[in-house]
């Protein structure tokens, strides 16, 4: 997930089998929300250094929308590594 635009986020990569791809986040996808929090009271640099911080197994609740329609998914946190 990368790319910013305007105040959502868009998903630009998403890593086959990773947590968001099981999670149902396509690349496409706008998102609007972390854990309840609107995008545009977000920086994304400081959202993904603290997803890397955030414990593996953690839920994040996102607020998507794909096209034309919003649904929230929850992605369960792992090691990539």
């Given at each position: 997930?990368d790319g910013l ?10 890593i086959?089998?990773?947590p968001a791809?099981?999670a149902?986040?396509r690349v ?7 854990d ?6 977000l ?5 993904r ?13 996102l607020l ?6 919003r649904?929230?998914?929850?992605v ?6």
């Open positions: 997930m635009t305007g105040s959502s986020f868009a998903v630009v990569d998403v086959p089998k990773g791809d099981e149902g986040v496409g996808d706008t998102i609007l929300a972390i309840g929090r609107s995008t545009s009271e920086d994304l640099p400081e959202v250094e603290q997803m890397r911080r955030r414990p593996v197994g953690d839920h994040v609740k998507l929308e794909s096209n034309g329609k649904h929230t998914v929850v369960t946190l792992r090691d990539l590594a």
